[in-house]
């Protein structure tokens, strides 16, 4: 098996924004938060971090401020993928100098690649660092899927520690279980597949929602592996209204409407992006407040 980032729960961080810049308070607030409730692993930077709308400056200093609040408490994994390779290996090397554990590196988007080009994007990000890759694949987003002959390639490369998968192909999924096992690690990219996913195999799950709530998500990873199938069941399906409100609206709207209800930011999202609409936002509340949320009016 190749190099293992972590096991159990990694949250997808969103970025909170002032209206001029980075509200670096929240930043720590929220990664305070994330490792009081015993979240495994914190993804800086990747899709839900808006990472497409950061500046360099931004990118770097993010980067470097969140290392020092992890502190080594959590594995700390950064976004560096880009649609242009040497984007991807400049940004992934910067990261393993600021003391990243890991990366997450998104496949090339908008001029996509075939699958050929993808075993030589991952292997060209890999061969220029000397700490784990994650590869992420989310095609309805990029337009570019991993298939599973695809990854049981790029698993090979010796830094390759394993792949979110979001495709929401469960028998794809089954596939890519069946030819990486033993090579490396997947892991969930799809709140609503986490169990599913679980049970052919996966490492651990990579989550939207664990942003509001990083205990109860990474309590079912928790009782899975510990084999309290029937307990897992069940807060998975307790947690699914507030997955199915984290994806009303495009990622990460709805999830930073509901760090700002909850009190750990502000909603901002950077343009083209735009703020939860109002009838989304009154059904964010009453799921809030169906866990217990004193909600920031």
């Known amino acids: 098996m190749n190099k293992i980032i972590f096991k159990g729960t990694c949250t997808a961080a969103i970025t909170p924004f002032t209206a001029d810049g980075i509200d670096y308070d929240a930043l720590a607030r929220q990664i305070d938060y994330q490792i009081e409730n015993q979240i495994d692993a914190i993804v800086i930077l990747g899709t839900t971090g808006e990472a497409p709308c950061i500046t360099d400056a931004e990118y770097d200093r993010i980067a470097k401020f969140s290392f020092d609040k992890i502190a080594g408490r959590v594995k700390f994994i950064l976004g560096s993928g880009s649609n242009c390779t040497k984007k991807a290996i400049e940004k992934s090397q910067f990261a393993q100098k600021v003391g990243a554990d890991g990366l997450l590196v998104v496949t090339p988007y908008y001029n996509k690649c075939t699958q050929k080009g ?167 509340k009453v799921i809030l407040k169906s866990f217990g949320f004193d909600i920031k009016e």
Not at 135 to 163: D, F, S, W
């Open 118 to 284: 993808l075993v030589k994007y991952y292997n060209d990000v890999c061969d220029n660092v000397d700490i784990p890759v994650l590869c992420y694949n989310v095609p309805a987003r990029t337009g570019v899927n991993i298939l599973p002959t695809t990854m049981a390639e790029i698993a090979q490369h010796k830094n390759i520690g394993g792949i979110k998968e979001a495709c929401g192909n469960m028998e794809q999924i089954c596939e890519t279980a069946r030819l990486i096992r033993g090579k490396t690690a997947l892991y969930s990219g799809d709140d609503n597949l986490n169990l599913a996913m679980m049970s052919v195999g996966s490492m651990g799950l990579i989550s939207v929602a664990s942003n509001i709530l990083p205990k109860e998500v990474g309590d079912v990873a928790r009782l899975y592996y510990a084999g309290k199938n029937q307990e897992a069941t069940a807060l998975q399906e307790r947690l699914l209204p507030l997955i199915d409100a984290m994806f009303v609206e495009v990622n990460p709207i709805p999830v930073k409407k509901a760090a700002e209800l909850i009190g750990l930011g502000s909603g901002l999202v950077r343009a083209p992006l735009t703020e939860l609409e109002p009838d989304h936002t009154a059904k964010m």
